[in-house]
């Protein structure tokens, strides 16, 4: 929970304050720098050496250390279909924001209409 309660995130919602500042939210990048240089990017170019001298994928790398480790190289491989699923959905709101920009009236200049169409539904609830 936030330091002050929700009365001061409902304040930092409504005003110019960010929400992450009111709650520290930030306060994780010092471990996480940390980890990365300390683990992350040690491991990343000992897997790259070895790939190399190996001629092998990201699986066969961690299995020839030992057979126990295939679980990281599929993990890796895993880690990285997520992350490029992710970007093709950021990639693809930008190109459909970019391509409907070109219409009259813009798409988004109108609130939308209600469930029961009978109105424009109120976006904000305050």
Do not use: H
Not at 40 to 67: D, M, N, T
Not at 113 to 126: A, Q, S, V, Y
């Amino acid at each position: 929970m936030c330091p002050g309660g929700p009365e001061k995130v409902e304040r930092a919602v409504r005003g110019n304050v960010k929400f992450p500042l009111i709650c520290a939210a930030g306060a994780f990048m010092i471990p996480f720098l940390l980890l990365l240089v300390v683990e992350g990017v040690p491991l990343l170019y000992l897997e790259f050496a070895i790939g190399q001298r190996l001629r092998k994928g990201s699986v066969g790398v961690w299995r020839s250390i030992s057979p126990y480790l295939a679980g990281v190289g599929v993990a890796s491989m895993l880690v990285s279909y997520m992350v490029g699923m992710y970007y093709n959905t950021i990639i693809a709101w930008v190109m459909w924001y970019f391509f409907n920009s070109f219409q009259d009236p813009l798409p988004w200049s109108q609130c939308p209409i209600n469930e029961n169409r009978t109105g424009t539904d109120n976006e904000l609830p305050f």
